[in-house]
């Protein structure tokens, strides 16, 4: 289903009736879809009308009824629901029983289906609307998809819980996001939203003297964007930390310091942890390590993956993010990657942040992804993806020639690479499995 109001209301009606609503991504393919449903075997399935043709067998196949839902409010399922007679009591429903199960962006490797119970979203919307002060005299400027966390959860029950507004926007364009600030009082967005409106004359004080808070998350914002957005327009966005199975676990504070590059404190009833990976015992402050999470917003496990569940449940009720990260004296927590990201080059761990952040300083840099790639003689060799300016662009030899100023000789790159963009998917997360796999014969 395309984005709509009706959408919402279909997991709403799902809540109230106790199903489990299950979203995926407008972009998936037929054959994506065959998986989903294979994996979920949902009772209704609910498409886009231009899409039921394509569906029809699948469905039959199935054993699931199938109905349209268009951008308009249109489609078979809203003539079904007009000729029902508006009384309805709600199922009763525990804080422990699912209401959703949302599939993770795949970034990793494939997407797993998150449980997610009706505690879970409550819990984390309560935690949200008094972190970030949401009354319903807000207005949400929402240009994000509503099949993931972000747009679905962490955006919308908040608003809905404050009594809030919301601007429904099919896609993010910074020209509309711009003229409609003046109705608006916050927005929530990927970091690209805001490089985009950076790249945007029309990003002033003035034009976003109605805005209260600007809201980052589901990639990293980097330091720079965070500088140069609050020179621009007086405002500190507020970044915060979040993923599908755990929905928002941290946050920058309302009032207080928000510190670019990093994602804040543990939000109300969130126990955040970081872990040595070798062998999973407490760190001290300050150290790298994993980040594992506690709390009612954790969710119940992956949808028919026991094993991968239990993987990342410690017996104390932590769950095993996967990023990796560290907490300061203050108790910021900053993430410094994914650990799946993180290079092991002839037996040293390399950090790809470390090495970003300094490259990203470069002069005529626009951003960098360093990634490790298989390597005959150190297992992985460290490799620098650059986005270099249009103008004057530094060349392979400059940009290794600075870092070797910079950092050990373990850490630098064997190779830096330019390209006019990073991979990125819709959640604007930089897809390095993607980046490995492209530049997986660079080393022979
Ligand atoms: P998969 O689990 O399928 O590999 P994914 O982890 O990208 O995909 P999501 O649940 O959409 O799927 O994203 C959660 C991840 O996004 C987090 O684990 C973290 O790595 C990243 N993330 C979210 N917010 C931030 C942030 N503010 N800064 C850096 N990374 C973030
Ligand atoms: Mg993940």
């Known amino acids: 289903m395309e984005k709509s109001p009706e959408v919402i209301a279909l997991f709403l009606a799902c809540a109230r009736a106790g199903a489990i609503f299950l979203p995926l991504n407008t972009a998936y393919t037929l054959a994506e879809i065959e998986y989903f449903v294979d994996d979920a075997e949902p009772k209704l399935i609910v498409v886009a009308p231009q899409r039921i043709s394509q569906l029809v067998d699948l469905a039959v196949h199935k054993g699931a009824m199938l109905l349209s839902l268009g951008v308009a409010g249109d489609g078979t399922l809203m003539e079904a629901a007009n000729?029902?007679?508006?009384?309805?009591?709600?199922?009763?429903?525990?804080?422990?029983?699912?209401?959703?199960?949302?599939?993770?962006?795949?970034?990793?490797?494939r997407s797993k289906g998150a449980m997610l119970t009706h505690g879970n979203l409550a819990s984390n919307a309560l935690a949200l609307v008094e972190t970030w002060h949401f009354t319903e005299a807000d207005t949400l400027l929402h240009a994000l998809p509503v099949y993931h966390t972000h747009g679905l959860f962490t955006?919308?029950?908040?608003?809905?819980?404050?009594?809030?507004?919301?601007?429904?926007r099919p896609k993010f364009d910074a020209e509309e996001a711009l003229r409609l600030m003046p109705q608006a009082t916050t927005m929530m967005g990927v970091p690209t939203f805001y490089t985009r409106l950076l790249q945007h004359p029309g990003l002033t004080r003035k034009a976003t003297t109605h805005m209260r808070l600007f809201i980052s998350g589901s990639?990293?914002?980097?330091?720079?964007?965070?500088?140069?957005?609050a020179a621009r327009t007086g405002h500190a966005i507020l970044e915060r930390y979040g993923m599908t199975e755990t929905n928002m676990n941290s946050s920058?504070?309302?009032?207080?310091?928000?510190?670019?590059?990093?994602?804040?404190?543990?939000?109300?009833?969130?126990?955040?942890?970081?872990?040595?990976?070798?062998?999973s015992s407490p760190l001290p402050v300050g150290e790298i390590g994993m980040i594992e999470i506690r709390g009612p917003n954790v969710f119940k496990g992956y949808w028919r993956m026991p094993e991968k569940t239990a993987e990342e449940m410690r017996a104390d009720g932590f769950f095993i993010t996967g990023d990796l990260g560290r907490i300061d004296d203050n108790g910021y927590v900053s993430i410094v990657g994914r650990g799946k990201d993180l290079i092991i080059?002839?037996?040293?761990?390399?950090?790809?942040?470390?090495?970003?952040?300094?490259?990203?300083?470069?002069?005529?840099?626009?951003?960098?992804?360093?990634?490790?790639?298989?390597?005959?003689?150190?297992?992985?060799g460290v490799t620098a993806i650059v986005v270099a300016s249009n103008g004057t662009p530094p060349t392979e030899a400059a940009i290794l020639a600075h870092l070797q100023s910079r950092l050990a000789k373990f850490k630098l790159p064997k190779r830096v690479l330019f390209v006019d963009d990073l991979p990125r998917?819709?959640?604007?997360?930089?897809?390095?499995?993607?980046?490995r796999q492209t530049y997986s014969d660079l080393y022979g």
């Open 83 to 109: 000729q029902q007679n508006g009384a309805f009591r709600d199922v009763s429903l525990g804080w422990d029983d699912l209401v959703a199960i949302l599939y993770t962006s795949g970034t990793t490797g």
């Open 345 to 380: 080059t002839g037996g040293f761990n390399v950090y790809p942040k470390e090495i970003e952040t300094e490259i990203d300083l470069i002069e005529g840099v626009v951003e960098s992804a360093v990634i490790g790639i298989p390597h005959r003689d150190f297992g992985e």
């Open 425 to 435: 998917n819709a959640m604007g997360k930089v897809q390095k499995a993607l980046m």
């Open 155 to 168: 955006a919308t029950n908040t608003l809905l819980l404050s009594g809030g507004t919301m601007l429904f």
């Open 252 to 279: 920058n504070p309302y009032d207080g310091p928000r510190i670019a590059g990093t994602v804040g404190k543990p939000l109300p009833d969130v126990d955040i942890r970081i872990t040595d990976p070798a062998n």
């Open 219 to 229: 990639a990293p914002l980097l330091a720079e964007t965070h500088a140069e957005f």
